[in-house]
């Protein structure tokens, strides 16, 4: 068993700062790529940001040069490090990650999610 816990959501005003950490536990071999995305009331999920094992990220246009992904492989454990928050920033925010278990199978996991509010 595998699963991702996600935490440091919760509530911002705009132009504040939230980081969000996710870690993975369970029978893990190694984990490849890890990212966040998120979901806004009434809209499809979206890509904000991701980083390989080799700790390179990619970012959407509505993350770049206001989010920062990292990630601790010792810990697998993923974050995202928001500034400049806009209330369009409001979102669930799902990590993922591409795991490989100690038995050698690869699974797609998703973290239950964690509640982003921008308002003032």
């Known amino acids: 068993q595998v699963q991702l816990v996600e935490s440091g959501g919760g509530l911002v005003q705009p132009g504040g700062s939230l980081r969000l950490s996710c870690a993975a536990s369970?029978?893990?071999?190694?984990?490849?790529?890890m990212g966040w995305y998120r979901q806004a009331p009434g809209k499809e999920r979206e890509l904000v940001a991701t980083?390989?094992?080799?700790?390179?990220?990619t970012y959407a246009d509505s993350a770049k040069g206001r989010f920062t992904i990292s990630r601790e492989n010792a810990k697998n454990t993923v974050y995202l490090q928001m500034n400049s928050l806009n209330p369009e920033d409001t979102a669930v925010y799902y990590c993922n990650a591409e795991i490989l278990t100690v038995a050698r199978a690869y699974v797609q996991l998703w973290g239950q999610g964690t509640l982003v509010t921008v308002s003032s």
């Open positions: 369970g029978s893990i071999f190694s984990i490849n790529t």
């Open positions: 980083i390989t094992r080799d700790k390179t990220g």
